[in-house]
């Protein structure tokens, strides 16, 4: 785009190029591929459950590429796409007054999401992951964005349209919880 602008301070005219950045609609369908594991990884903690999570995250993508024009491009498009994923998961509770169930062996649907790391590493993945999937529902979402995603306390909040001390207290709880889970292992190990 040019703008031509009359400078009345007698500098003359000034000339300016904006270069017009995707559209809404662009940025999703261009970002929505990169950020897919990453929000079937968030489904699954949601659902606790591989074909759930598979079916949220396919319901997100499709809704969100229906929504694509009100997104707004140089804004982040993963909260945008947890947000709307959480609030598909809160709609789909209410209408079917389902409490989900944790589902340990969830993490071999996971290892598509990501490159596959060393073998000890995957084990000692799988093993926090599996405990990580027997926490209550709020705690596992809220430790699957804090640590896994990496979002700061009041990102997680304001994702999960809760306080930051609500955010603080899920995960302590989630730390003492997973401490105790694999402190038993570490003193039998000794």
Do not use: C
């Not at 369908?29 to 929000?39: C, D, H, M, T, V």
């Not at 606790?48 to 024009?69: M, P």
């Amino acid at each position: 785009i040019v703008v031509w602008h009359h400078d009345n301070t007698g500098a003359g005219d000034i000339i300016r190029f904006f270069s017009k950045g995707p559209s809404g609609a662009e940025a999703v369908r261009a970002g929505l591929g990169e950020i897919y594991p990453r929000l079937w990884r968030f489904a699954l903690s949601l659902t606790g459950d591989t074909d759930r999570a598979a079916d949220l995250a396919q319901s997100t993508a499709l809704r969100a590429i229906e929504k694509a024009d009100k997104f707004q491009p140089g804004t982040h498009l993963d909260r945008w796409l947890f947000v709307m994923a959480r609030r598909l998961w809160l709609n789909d509770m209410r209408s079917a007054k389902v409490r989900p169930v944790a589902d340990p062996d969830a993490l071999e649907e996971d290892r598509r999401a990501a490159p596959l790391p060393a073998p000890e590493t995957n084990i000692f993945a799988r093993e926090v992951f599996e405990k990580v999937m027997e926490l209550k529902q709020e705690q596992r979402v809220t430790v699957v964005l804090v640590y896994v995603e990496g979002y700061t306390y009041q990102e997680a909040a304001d994702m999960l349209d809760v306080p930051i001390g609500t955010v603080m207290s899920r995960l302590a709880t989630a730390r003492k919880k997973l401490q105790k889970a694999t402190g038993d292992q570490k003193a039998s190990a000794r």
